[in-house]
């Protein structure tokens, strides 16, 4: 779709080296590259709607207008008059000043959120509108170089309004250099487009000198003048184009991340379907044999089935939270509040929520005491609870669990033991895999949908934390998590 507009330039190229006379070469040739640069614009509008590239299609339409205008002034005069070589020149020089003033609204400094887009047709419409109820009023009353008070040059006369427009173009196309230079690091258009306001800068600046200028003809800034403000606009046709290509990438990779997207959503209810099914089955049972045999049935008995249905109730909703958050994680929505918490009091928390019977396993807590960090407590607690329940499901009855929670100085570490077969060295990243199904010798059967180390995982690096499975110091299992201190 680009191919036709940048064919515009190749005309533009052959304008340039038919060598028409100096003023109207310059005219004739920064309409055609304006042309080009409205053209692209256009084009990537239509596809990304971005209120930025309005501004450079404004632009380039204001510089091909007065462009237009110039040459068709220059084309109809004679050549020993001065006064229209000074109006051309004034018109060229509004029309650089409304276009790097376009621009200079583009990615804008202050933040506009909440404030109607200024990428609107009655803007567009508004610019060029000024533009050509100022061309009129040059026509009506024209302006002559003698009006700015210094010798006239039949290369660059400027007038008095002239200079005006002049020291607005240079302040305009200023404060995109600027503002373009500061946003480099977000996408290498804005470095090109920052180098073609000093393109234009510098255009400006040796008009301005010419202007001033005894022996125009062998000036030095003669070169600057005539090659500078084409190649300014040749690149900002570059700027679009990069922008355009940035921005096709990013839809791709937007792309490509939904259907990742819409595929783990489609894993992750296959898994709640075959997780769900098992205690929804025992529940099912339970009832339907104490609906019929009520009568029969001991108080043992009766109070056994409530207590299997708890059971299965809790890992039904057990299932459910992990699912809810898992899916939050994989689309990128679970929120963070984040504030200094001491770290003692959330890893407390976070076995006290995981409820380990004492007569299943005997949890031990090594906290130190005045350490905080900046996290969410509620989520830190949350990776607590998991691998404390993790250590319990993996590791023999009867067995110690070992939390501590210390800092190294420069990091918060969290570490749960077990006594456990442990996690050979092979099988380490795979367990934090979204429903990882490796299990341990003699734990094959053990219940678990494979998301509660991906969780724990994803919390942690929320936090700018990291973890990891290491063995422990007496066998088994150690689960250890590093995230920054406060003030770190």
């Known amino acids: 779709m680009i191919a036709w507009p940048l064919g515009v330039c190749v005309v533009a190229i052959a304008t340039w080296v038919l060598g028409w006379d100096a003023a109207l070469h310059q005219a004739s040739t920064v309409a055609w590259l304006g042309l080009a640069l409205t053209a692209v614009a256009i084009v990537h509008l239509r596809a990304s709607r971005d209120p930025d590239v309005f501004l450079f299609a404004i632009a380039g339409a204001v510089l091909t207008l007065q462009s237009c205008f110039a040459s068709l002034v220059i084309s109809g005069a004679d050549g020993a008059d001065l006064e229209p070589l000074t109006i051309a020149n004034t018109a060229l020089l509004m029309g650089w000043a409304v276009s790097g003033f376009c621009l200079a609204l583009g990615s804008p400094w202050w933040d506009r959120r909440g404030r109607p887009q200024i990428a609107s047709s009655s803007f567009g419409a508004g610019m060029l509108m000024i533009v050509g109820v100022a061309d009129v009023l040059l026509f009506v009353f024209p302006p002559t170089s003698a009006d700015a008070g210094i010798p006239a040059s039949h290369i660059a006369p400027i007038s008095g309004v002239g200079w005006f427009w002049l020291v607005l173009g240079i302040a305009a196309w200023a404060i995109v250099a600027v503002r373009r230079s500061l946003l480099i690091r977000r996408g290498s258009h804005h470095a090109v487009v920052a180098a073609a306001a000093i393109a234009a800068i510098v255009g400006l600046a ?42 096709v990438t990013r839809m791709r990779r937007a792309s490509d991340r939904a259907e990742e997207i819409v595929e783990g959503r489609a894993e992750i209810a296959g898994m709640i379907a075959h997780e769900v099914r098992g205690p929804v089955t025992t529940i099912r049972g339970i009832a339907a044999t104490a609906t019929t045999h009520y009568e029969r049935l001991s108080d043992e008995e009766r109070q056994e089935f409530f207590g299997l249905i708890e059971q299965e109730s809790r890992r039904l909703m057990g299932t459910v939270d992990q699912t809810s958050l898992a899916l939050k994680i994989d689309a990128g929505s679970l929120t963070y509040q984040k504030a200094p918490a001491p770290l003692a009091t959330i890893v407390r928390a976070g076995v006290d929520a995981a409820a380990i019977p004492s007569e299943v396993h005997v949890v031990h807590v090594v906290a130190q005491e005045e350490v905080s960090l900046v996290a969410d407590a509620s989520r830190i607690t949350e990776l607590v609870r998991q691998l404390v329940d993790n250590a319990s499901k993996f590791s023999p009855p009867g067995t110690p669990i070992v939390v501590r929670a210390v800092s190294d100085g420069s990091a918060a570490v969290i570490e749960i033991t077990d006594e456990g077969p442990g996690i050979p060295a092979e099988n380490r990243d795979a367990v934090f895999q979204r429903f990882a199904r490796w299990r341990p010798r003699g734990y094959e059967e053990q219940p678990g949908n494979g998301l509660g180390l991906f969780i724990c995982r994803a919390i942690a690096a929320e936090h700018q934390g990291e973890m990891s499975v290491e063995d422990g110091p007496d066998g088994g299992t150690m689960l250890r998590v590093r995230l920054p201190l406060e003030g770190a």
């Open 206 to 247: 040796s008009g301005a000198a010419l202007a001033r200028s005894t022996d125009p003809l062998i000036d030095p800034a003669i070169g600057p003048y005539v090659w500078m403000q084409p190649l300014s606009i040749a690149l900002l046709l570059v700027g679009v184009a990069l922008m355009h290509r940035a921005d």
